[in-house]
């Protein structure tokens, strides 16, 4: 009894396949959501500077 419970308890807790491929997936979900955050920003703020170049407050 002592190296059945000894055997059953030392393999530890291992992380099934299927929990390892849904927090891939949802790690390339959030990295991409995040790049195509910054793209658009990006590309707003190229827009409104090409738009209005002026609209900014003078140096004093």
Do not use: C, D, Y
């Not at 030392?10 to 390892?20: A, D, F, H, M, N």
């Not at 927090?23 to 590309?43: D, K, P, Q, W």
């Amino acid at each position: 009894m002592g190296r059945i419970n000894k055997l059953t308890n030392s393999r530890g807790e291992k992380v099934p396949l299927i929990q390892k491929e849904i927090t891939r997936f949802v790690f390339i979900i959030v990295l991409m959501t995040i790049l195509l955050v910054g793209i658009l920003a990006l590309e707003w703020g190229v827009f409104l500077r090409v738009k209005h170049p002026n609209n900014h407050p003078p140096n004093r």
